[in-house]
């Protein structure tokens, strides 16, 4: 299998690639990016084509791609690789708004390709250990939750929000919007929200706190800010506490580490398992076996519309309804 990678502009496109040269029978087989100089520099690093023009790396004989552009630019890109029957592993969130999610579901199911959200945090083992858990009974029935995705504002494109929709709300929200979702099997009927941009000088949120009820009754809370400083040891976060009937499960899914106390502050050292690697894996195995994606893009324009009724929430300062359901 032949597959391509186009923009590096988020930095999850090299976890990507290095799961993608790690898999037998995979093929990296080149890389399009419009900044020339990373481009390049990352088509180096992975020993692997460079392409300036995206289109001429979708004329090239490869079976799918994965798009790693800014989020903004996620549609154009899509329907391109679609045009050319090429299936398409695309970054979180799926979109800068929710009409170009739609438009991208669309577009490749008219096509016939494959469209899969890249939600990694699936593939972590402590997240799988708990959806095990959950599913066996264990818990009982859940009836609430509480998460955190906290993290560093990463700057660059991310705070530019005609490329990125949004800051940390847009940023943080899906990857734990569509874990509680694959977990209970329920929708998010309410979304309130209080967002502000507090820690930095960007023009952008970089604050949230959502609560979310279901459509089963069961209701969730969510810290979705870029709350860690630059010292910081970790880059961020991913909790869970799930409350049900039967018991209390508290899930930490970046716990695999090592805390190093360095002379020049707290390092951090993971060694648990690559979730990245996970989520390649099971997209190559899909498109060999064309087969129905894990995480569609429909679980990318779920967990999309619950940030996009959190911005919304805040500013009119009232619980707004998704209008899916």
């Known amino acids: 299998m032949k597959v391509g990678i186009i923009s590096f502009a988020h930095g999850h496109a090299f976890g990507y690639a290095n799961a993608l040269k790690n898999i037998e029978g ?5 890389i399009s990016d419009e900044e020339e100089t990373r481009g390049k520099q990352a088509a180096e690093q992975f ?55 739609e438009n991208m579901i669309q577009i490749c199911h008219n096509k016939g390709v494959i469209l899969q959200t890249a939600f990694p945090v699936r593939f972590n083992t402590p997240i ?30 991310f705070v530019e929000k005609d490329k990125s929709g949004g800051g940390a709300v847009i940023d943080h929200t899906v990857h734990v919007v569509d874990i509680i979702r694959w977990f209970t099997k329920a929708e998010i009927a309410e979304v309130y929200a209080e967002v502000d941009d507090k820690l930095s000088d960007y023009e952008i949120d970089d604050t949230g706190l ?3 009820e279901f459509d089963n009754g069961m209701f969730a809370t969510l810290d979705c800010s870029w709350s860690r400083n630059k010292n910081y040891p970790t880059w961020g976060d991913v909790t869970l506490e799930i409350v049900g009937t039967k018991g209390t499960l508290f899930v930490d899914a970046f716990a695999q580490k090592m805390d190093v106390y360095h002379a020049e502050g707290v390092r951090w050292n993971a060694w648990g398992d690559n979730m990245d690697a996970g989520l390649v894996e099971d997209f190559v195995r899909t498109v060999e076996s064309k ?35």
């Not at 087969?291 to 779920?302: C, M, Q, V, Y």
């Open 210 to 212: 959502l609560t979310m």
């Open 26 to 30: 995979v093929e990296l087989y080149g």
């Open 291 to 325: 087969g129905k994606p894990s995480i569609s893009g429909e679980d990318g324009l779920r967990a999309l519309e619950v940030a996009m009724a959190a911005y919304k929430s805040s500013e009119r300062k009232e619980v707004v309804t998704l209008e899916h359901l």
């Open 128 to 157: 799988q250990h708990a959806k095990k858990m959950i599913d066996a009974g264990e818990l009982g029935n859940i009836i609430a939750i509480k998460g955190t995705n906290r993290g560093t504002n990463p700057g660059g494109w």
């Open 47 to 101: 020993h692997t084509n460079y392409f300036a023009d995206y289109h001429d790396l979708l004329n090239e004989p490869i079976d799918a791609v994965v798009i790693t552009s800014e989020n903004q630019k996620h549609l154009e890109h899509v329907k391109a690789a679609a045009e050319h029957g090429k299936h398409i592993l695309c970054e979180k969130p799926l979109s800068s708004n929710v009409q170009d999610a």
